[in-house]
């Protein structure tokens, strides 16, 4: 017996969570989801645009903002592109020509873009309640999360990547805060998937705690990269940070950042905004309760927008130009997160917002060398 054509599943109410006046309408919205899945390949992976490179991170925040929109079939074949192709070790490369899993370009094997996937995979049960994707997807995460905490420092901090195995594999202990700070993400919502299987994993809860606390206390121990904005605000968006020191961060670095009407910087002192760092910042705000800022620079990135619903990476403002030349999938999926969380979509927020998450143990402070 043949079985019915199992149809699409797309929630249409949740389309609504993606309008977001002087932002988004609904028209603008529909438009940029239908520029995210033109650009993902039939076998489920999403490049930055046709042709580029893919990385999993990227792909994994496009799955997600495909969740938004209700495009939860879309959304699982991203996933399954993950699982089908993860490395033995529990890795995927840096970079795979337009998604093509026998075409990487870069074979190295960054820890953060390895984590994410448990982000991408815990928001996008929440999205559906589909217990039976958990279960599949539950061996990749594991294996992603076991290959990460591999890389943990003894202070807690996370090193950024492991070489290609033809150049020796050796693993690069430079910890990076933006990279430590995605990590820190992933591993509580891998310790909410594994609560939500009742398969507790305590050493995942050491690291996580020994982890947060790096991020909290030590800045020595992750490499001075404070140029960038991602370092400035990672930690909040991470939800590493929260409360009086997320706002506190947020101050400090906003005069530096943020150029009023254009968006955020990408690195002091150059004058270039980017879409992605606007959106992500918005989504932090939002996190601490900023709401109207959020709002407003989601607005202000408003020139970056192009005719076919999708965005600028970034703009050139003494020179008054578009720069680089493409329209990624990322940023626009930057701006759907973002939407969606001042929306109040549920599963966003919830990954977002953070305080259901796992917080990890703390590890004990004393006085000792070499203590966390």
Known sequence: MTPPRREPRRRPERAERLVLPGVLSAEQAAATVRGIAAAQREDGAIPWFRGHHLDPWDHVEAAMALDTAGEHDRAEAAYAWLARHQNEDGSWYAAYHDGDPERPTDRSKESNFCAYVAVGVWHHYLSTGDDSFVERLWPTVFAAVEFVLALQRPGGQIGWKREPAEEGGAVVDDALLTGSSSVHQALRCALALAEHREEPQPDWELATG???????????????????????????????????????RIEEGWARFVVPGL????????????????????????AVGESDR?????????????????????????????????????????????????????????VFGGERLPVGLEPEVTGRTGCC
């Open 210 to 248: 020994a982890l947060g606390h790096a991020i909290r206390s030590h800045p020595e121990r992750f490499l001075d990269k404070s140029r960038y904005s991602m370092d400035w605000y990672y930690p909040v968006l991470s939800g590493a940070l929260r409360g009086p020191r997320a706002l506190a």
């Open 263 to 286: 968006g955020v910087r990408c690195v002091v002192p150059n004058p270039w905004v980017t879409g992605g760092e606007t959106a992500e910042l918005a989504l932090a705000l939002w």
């Open 294 to 350: 959020a709002v407003r620079l989601l607005a202000d990135m408003a020139h970056l927008r192009a005719d076919d619903g999708m965005y600028w990476t970034g703009y050139v403002f003494e020179d008054d130009a578009v720069w680089p030349l493409e329209r990624t999938t990322w940023t626009a999926a930057a701006v759907l997160l973002a939407v969606a969380a001042l929306g109040g979509d549920e599963a966003t927020t919830a």
